[in-house]
């Protein structure tokens, strides 16, 4: 089982992650990249790698013939999967064994037994782990779907049996609402995990969501690292975990971690896996599945253990014994993540696609960003919209959590639209403070809500597109130079702005009615300290060409300079115009040209950044126009299908 030369199967942050630590081990890696990925971190970082194919997963990442042949080519004796692609794959597996690879993974069976979420809930109750109430038959017809739903009653989870990451999982509070999820789901499931395969569980209404870090070697030995808790998600996925979790005592931590290690002995299983678990109000808890792969959360973990888990994976794969027994597991701290998204949580979490103008992740004491972006780099709509995981330890809880808002109240990501401002608001929240967060927590308590740039934003980027405009150095000339107008537009709204350049660095703006003082104090890089009516405050700014991307207070903005000739409101609000939220393939048209349709039903599916993602009809009315068809792939801002209202909106 000795190996030299590793080849990372994956891409971002977590192919960064795994190449630090080989290398540090004196390991030689490779790395793989699509056509879309070719200058990307990871691709740098790593002593060689092979290009596999163009940007869809499907013909690259997820092509186990390109990454066999690519680990050939190269000379690498091991394969390292990461997370997400190909890690919890048997088949993949199945054929490094077959080509003499070793895998830095579970076996095959282990992997095929619990990737499938309906034959893990059986084989767990054979292990005497309490699972959640539901069905887990192989008759998957909708009649028995449905008899099965009445059955357990309503509120229900129909779940994706293969796969995870929130992907083909409905929540459904009636009858009513049944059929459309099992066929959302399975549509949802086949696209990302190429099996339509279901699950029906009982809801547990607002649980905490506990998972338990499991570790097994070849030679028999099974324990476990504590436990992560992950309640705080959207859309079924993770946004925030910690560890430990403030919901568990010692006691119920010895009881869960007993199950997990339960779990993993009854499986055979080797390296590192997650359970996972529902823990009620009450206490109890219950199986929800088993993830057969390092998570996109270890790092909480290792932070408080002070433990490498991807130098346990290396050396488990090699064929060494645990450094630890589980009475030798020692505990220190706090330790919470965040994961940064490009996504508009605004607009129901929707996925962003952009260039990145601006990254410096901050530093700092008990800090970590675990990342693998770089500026000038363009997020895609091919991959998973995570862009880095930001982490803060602490002795305390609170203290991790001070840590982790200054920490991202200090990073810089401009050109895309990200999550970083809502991550704020939810670690500043007062149930989240508290340790009182459960998989609720967002819906009840930080739904998050578009927002407007406030006046001294917008007169700071009147200035900033000023002085672009005339040249830093010759914005001033005299002190009779006429006011200027510089009309703004952020989002679909636009503002005029009168500005007096009084000197070089100072000037009078006037927006919104409000007269204000900007002075440009210092810059530094894309740091920007300035003077705001006296106070002195830190923005950070970045052009893309014509367009300013903003920094203030946490919450970034976008503005251009606007005119009248380049046309009012953007078409498509309003107008009955559906366009495309961003580039992607269609999965389903649902209209037709002619047909009667009603506010809320659903005209086209779209597939982008491994989501799907539903386009409603705006307004009662009729389908005037159908512009695409299945399978097509289709640009940001494409149209997609026009809806005559039958009663025009009014106009604003």
Known sequence: MRFSKILIANRGEIAVRVIRTAHALGYRTVAVHSAADAEAPHVRLADQSVAIGPAPVAESYLDIDRIIDAAGRSGADAVHPGYGFLSENAGFAEACATAGLTFVGPPADAIRLMGNKRLAKQRMAEAVVACVPGYDGADQSDATLTAEAARIGFPIMVKAAAGGGGRGMRLVADADA?????????????????????????AITAPRHVEIQVFADRHGNVIHLGERDCSVQRRHQKVIEEAPSPAVTPDLREAMGAAAVAAARAIDYVGAGTVEFLLDADGQFYFLEMNTRLQVEHPVTEMITGQDLVAWQLNVAAGALLPLAQDEVRFDGHAIEARLYAEDPAAGFLPQTGRIAAWRPADGPGLRVDHGIAEGQDVTPYYDPMLAKVVAHGATRDEARRRLLRALDETCLLGVASNRSFLIDVLAHDVFAEGGATTAFIERHAAPAARAPDDGTIALAAVLLYRRAAGAGDAWRSS????????????????????????????????????????????????????LDGLGQWARAAFDGAVLHLDTGGHAWRFTEWTASAGGRASGLGDGRLLAPMAGRIVAVHAAPGAAVARGDIVVVLEAMKMEHEIKAPADGTVAEVAVSDDQQVDARQLLVVVEAATPPAQP
């Open 480 to 531: 009779a130079l006429p006011p200027t107008t510089v009309p703004l537009r952020h989002g679909e709204d636009t503002v005029d702005c009168v500005l007096r350049a009084l000197t070089a660095d100072s000037f009078r703006v006037t927006a919104n009615g409000r007269e204000m003082a900007v002075d440009v104090l210092a810059t530094d890089g894309h740091r920007l300290r300035y003077g």
């Open 178 to 202: 049944l059929a459309a999820a099992i066929t959302g789901a399975r549509s949802e499931a086949e696209n990302a995990f190429g099996s339509g395969e279901l699950l029906l569980e009982k």
